[in-house]
């Protein structure tokens, strides 16, 4: 009896990832992920009506994407710089990792849609801070300037690949880098 119950409960698990693997696909996955899926071909997409529309980035889209790029690299060595200062320090070791990911999820979108991805040239924000406090402040400060970026380039963004990725993109720093941020300062 209690064999038949345990070959029961295996068959059903089986099964399930059976079912589930064959409806809901890793691409389609990813995709609802907001991780890519199957690429499309620089900004060509089929519509919920099966038309194809094109979704190339326009120039000040390419040129919004480049400067989000570049942003993203000033804050990632910006709060390198108070590692390299103070230690490994929290939240700047944790927040510095995080804004690598966001250079990378940028990057992405760049090269799918054939825009020249920046170089790293090492800018690190003019805010001064000599102090574990003052470094909180200044991360405050910039995750305000970060949010208020994604703001301003969504005015002008109507590609909705773009849109998704500063939305995300800002969202994480208005909910998670900004607080920690807060919360680092007594």
Same mark, same amino acid.
């Given at each position: 009896m209690k064999n038949k119950k345990t070959i029961i409960i295996i068959a059903l698990a089986i099964?399930?990832?059976?079912?589930?693997?064959?409806?809901?696909?890793p691409s389609l996955a990813a995709t609802d992920a907001g991780r890519g899926g199957p690429?499309?071909?620089r900004g060509i997409?089929?519509?919920p009506q099966g038309q194809t529309v094109v979704t190339a980035l326009s120039e000040q889209? %390419? *040129?919004?994407l480049a400067e989000a790029i570049q942003e993203e690299y000033t804050a990632m060595n910006t709060y390198q710089a108070v590692i390299n200062a103070l230690g490994d320090v929290q939240p700047f070791v944790r927040i510095a990792r995080s804004e690598q990911q966001h250079v990378n999820a940028l990057i992405r979108?760049?090269?799918r849609f054939g825009v020249d991805v920046p170089e790293n040239a090492g800018e690190v924000a003019e805010l001064e801070w000599s102090t574990l406090e003052e470094a909180c402040e200044m991360?405050?400060?910039?995750?305000?300037?970060? %949010? *208020?970026?994604?703001?301003d380039l969504m005015l002008?963004?109507?590609n909705p690949m773009l849109t998704r990725v500063y939305t995300n993109l800002q969202r994480a720093?208005?909910?998670?880098?900004l607080p920690a941020f807060e919360a680092c300062i007594p």
């Open positions: 099964l399930t990832l059976v079912i589930t693997a064959s409806v809901y696909s690429p499309n071909i997409q089929a519509n889209e %390419a *040129a919004g979108v760049a090269q991360g405050v400060i910039f995750e305000q300037v970060d %949010a *208020a970026l994604y703001d002008n963004t109507t720093s208005l909910n998670n880098h």
